[in-house]
Nanobody, 113 residues
Framework: VQLQASGGGLVQPGGSLRLSCAPSGITFSLYDMGWYRQAPGKQRELVARITSGRTTIYADSVKGRFTISRDNAKNTVYLQMNNLKPEDTAVYYC????????WGQGTQVTVSS
């Protein structure tokens, strides 16, 4: 399984970013997928989840600001992040639920003025 998140960058507070991830080596449509993040000195946390049936679940810290979606035709999962805050700064990863052992490199999101 190959997992590679992309789309991160430096953004000012209140700004937006859209992350993408196109896993290879799996039958994508059959898996629940999640976006995770890890801030410096903190444990990795699940921030958004989308089931194979497209039900979405969010961590309280991002609810109302982040939107997870999937395009099974493109084998891609997205994370639209709006109204970003400095506390959203982290490396963001995609993975299945339950997770594969190979996390890939992740993509850095930095929210700073």
């Amino acid at each position: 399984v190959q997992l590679q998140a992309s789309g991160g960058g430096l953004v000012q507070p209140g700004g937006s970013l859209r992350l993408s991830c196109a896993p290879s080596g799996i039958t994508f449509s059959l898996y629940d997928m999640g976006w995770y993040r890890q801030a410096p000195g903190k444990q990795r946390e699940l921030v958004a989840r989308i089931t194979s049936g497209r039900t979405t679940i969010y961590a309280d810290s991002v609810k109302g600001r982040f939107t997870i979606s999937r395009d099974n035709a493109k084998n891609t999962v997205y994370l639209q992040m709006n109204n970003l805050k400095p506390e959203d700064t982290a490396v963001y990863y995609c993975n299945a639920i339950p997770t594969f052992s190979n996390w890939g490199q992740g993509t850095q999101v930095t929210v700073s003025s």
